[in-house]
């Protein structure tokens, strides 16, 4: 399965960037084979509208089932939701933590939007 954290780096030891919309990138974790990859998201940084949806789509895009996150918007939610991945919110410290917390069952399943859009 393949789990997406918004980051703040393309490392697994670096930041989880708690803004999803507006994550600088994504690591992606395959939990079968215990990779990484990194999507940067540096074209929805200073986007005027849209970045959470763009941001969901490249989620999707990439494959994952889960994404672990600090906030995420009603626009992006939805995105992710219809898409059938399950959004954890909560996520901060390191990437790595954030798996660990998730495994751990310590981060909290959305069941919508924790912040308004353009957070």
Do not use: C
Not at 21 to 39: L, P, V
Not at 48 to 53: E, F
């Amino acid at each position: 399965m393949k789990i997406a954290i918004s980051a703040e780096s393309d490392r697994i030891t670096g930041a989880v960037d708690t803004r999803f919309g507006r994550a600088k990138g994504f690591i992606i974790h395959d939990t079968d084979t215990g990779g990484n990859t990194h999507i940067d998201n540096e074209q929805n940084l200073e986007s005027a509208q849209g970045a959470g949806i763009q941001s969901a789509k490249a989620v999707i895009n990439a494959g994952a089932k889960v994404l672990l996150t600090g906030n995420v918007g009603p626009k992006a939610y939805a995105v992710l939701n219809s898409a059938g991945i399950d959004v954890y919110i909560g996520a901060e410290g390191r990437v790595e933590d954030a798996l660990e917390d998730f495994k751990n069952g310590k981060l909290r399943k959305a069941d919508g939007a924790n912040v308004e859009s353009h957070w």
